[in-house]
């Protein structure tokens, strides 16, 4: 291994950070958009056939059609990266995500369920892009900086997430200008993508140091997948990822939905919540996750961060006034905010440097799977319930601390391998 990535490079990781914050940004801005099409009672997508399950359903294949095709799209994306290196992929990444924000607005306008659907599921397959930028955080993290480099990744997530919905909901809101409505903020995300296009292309610097020819495959996902789940090694904290983002899609897929439904929220106060949300996520993963690495190892962080985060999410029921959610909602932020980098440094501690690609990839894989299944149960137990989501989030998260305190931590000694 060079010199060079040994030592972390400031430079790279303030370009990734500013990369991630971007594209996060667009990503929050659609967040309350996309549940209020499909639920608020002022919407104009759906004709009257439709009714509230109709709706509850779609809505849920809509949110699996990003996941279900990232699935296939992003295990190849990170293998050309491997070969061809990180900035060209990301940079082809952002554009297919720029095409998906337009034709998403055009559905909007032209009320194309079809055209929505195909939206979404371009920019899944061509949004790899979080899988190359945490394997260009490997590239120049050294084993000390790792979990604070993963957390100022996740840093720039909540800080997308503080201005994003608040912004979405503004742009979609008629009351705020008379010409702003569904579609405004997918036109405003497009603009955005293609600037951080272009800031990549600008400047980035690539972070490969040694390129790989790693295997291209649309079935590559179902290989990771198989990987990840008859590896001694790797199968045990695979199955804790999947638990855990299979718990966390629960939740932030059905989430907005809940506001909707319960407490009458619009896509400003989803905006707000989320907003909300997004500071605590900043704070945690920019300030706790950097104090606790200095005295805690990712190893022994988990040991607890999963549970509390299951309490958390389950609470979130209790509340009959809307603002009980802004005291408890903090709780929930926080304890994704500390587990979620320290996780994504414990599977990038299974495998030497060489291997941190492929790890990375067959991570991205299980958490496609993990954010591909919920939204369409999800969409079954919302007819039944509006709960009952939020029920199945605590309780798939509970699963994934128990198999990660009971399991793992007793079968798998702490070393990285050679």
């Known amino acids: 291994m060079t010199e060079v990535a040994n030592k972390p490079d400031r430079g790279s990781i303030l370009s990734i950070f500013l990369t991630v914050f971007i594209d996060m940004l667009g990503v929050g801005i659609i967040i309350p958009v996309i549940p209020a099409l499909f639920f608020d009672e002022s919407s104009q997508f759906f004709s009257s056939d439709f009714s509230h399950e109709m709706r509850s359903i779609l809505y849920g294949f809509l949110i699996a059609a990003y996941p279900f095709m990232q699935f296939f799209g992003a295990p190849v994306l990170g293998a050309l990266s491997d070969r061809h290196g990180r900035k060209p992929l990301l940079s082809i990444s952002l554009i297919g995500t720029a095409v998906g924000y337009l034709l998403f607005a055009v559905a909007i306008m032209t009320q194309n369920i079809w055209l929505l659907f195909a939206s979404r599921m371009l920019p899944g ?162 300030f706790t996750v950097r104090k606790l690495s200095k005295k805690f190892s990712s190893r022994q962080i988990l040991n607890f961060t999963p549970f509390f985060l299951g309490i958390a999410l389950a609470t979130i029921l209790i509340p ?21 980098p320290n996780l994504t440094t414990v599977i990038s501690e299974q495998a030497t440097a060489r291997q941190q690609g492929e790890i990375l990839g067959i991570n991205q894989s299980v958490q496609s799977l993990g954010q591909m299944i919920p939204p369409v149960i999800a969409g079954y137990l919302n007819t039944l319930n509006g709960n009952f989501p939020i029920l199945a989030a605590a309780a798939f998260t509970l699963c994934g601390g128990l198999v990660y305190v009971f399991v793992f931590q007793k079968k798998n000694p702490a070393t990285i391998p050679a």
């Open 125 to 286: 397959f061509m949004g790899g892009n979080i899988s190359i930028l945490l394997s260009a955080i490997a590239d120049v993290s050294d084993a000390k900086s790792k979990t604070q480099n993963f957390g100022l990744v996740g840093m720039a997530f909540g800080i997308g997430f503080i201005l994003g919905p608040a912004i979405g909901g503004i742009l979609a809101d008629s009351t705020v200008v008379s010409w702003f409505d569904h579609e405004t903020p997918f036109w405003f995300t497009a603009a955005l993508t293609i600037i951080n296009t272009l800031l990549v292309h600008f400047r980035f610097k690539e972070t490969l140091k040694e390129k790989q020819e790693s295997e291209i495959s649309l079935a590559k996902g179902f290989k990771n997948i198989a990987t990840s789940m008859t590896s001694p090694r790797l199968r045990v904290i695979f199955t804790v990822v999947l638990l855990l983002s299979l718990g966390f899609s629960f939740f932030t897929q059905f989430f907005s939905v809940l506001l909707i439904d319960k407490f009458g929220f619009t896509e400003k106060n989803i905006g707000l919540v989320f907003g909300w949300v997004g500071i605590w996520l900043a704070f945690t993963q920019g």
């Open 320 to 340: 009959d006034q809307a603002w009980w959610l802004f005291v408890i909602t903090p709780f929930t932020a926080s304890f994704q905010g500390i587990t979620a």
